[in-house]
């Protein structure tokens, strides 16, 4: 079994910065892909960015290109969020997610990710 916690969320203005750090135990996570998802009410979970193991390859989705990065420290076996230029679109709970085949693909949809976090809110006042 592998445990995702997720840190770093809050109550921030529109602009503003914030970074999210998941942080995973249990099992060794290093040659597996890990992504960011985000989910509100009134919509479904949604993919936002996926680095592969070794974070030779990433992916966002178009509405946060140029503004998060997403990176990974296998050694700590950590991956973080960097978010920029906040906008109140972006509020929502965001949730770390493991998958759990050793193939160097990033998966945008959440039935491909075994393993996820209990989510960490972010919330962007306008």
């Known amino acids: 079994q592998v445990q995702l916690i997720e840190s770093g969320g809050g109550l921030v203005q529109a602009g503003d910065s914030l970074r999210l750090s998941c942080t995973a135990s249990g099992r060794p996570v290093n040659s597996f892909t890990m992504s960011w998802f985000r989910q509100t009410p009134e919509k479904e979970r949604e993919f936002v960015a996926g680095i592969t193991w070794n974070g030779g390859r990433t992916n966002y989705t178009d509405a946060v290109k140029g503004r998060f990065t997403i990176s990974r420290d296998n050694a700590k076996s950590m991956m973080d969020l960097q978010l920029n230029d906040l906008k109140p679109e972006d509020t929502a709970v965001y949730y770390c997610?493991?998958?759990?085949?050793?193939?160097?693909?990033?998966?945008?949809?959440?039935?491909?990710?075994?393993?996820w976090g209990q989510g960490t809110q972010v919330t962007v006042s306008s």
């Open positions: 997610a493991l998958r759990w085949k050793p193939i160097p693909t990033i998966p945008i949809m959440p039935d491909e990710y075994v393993y």
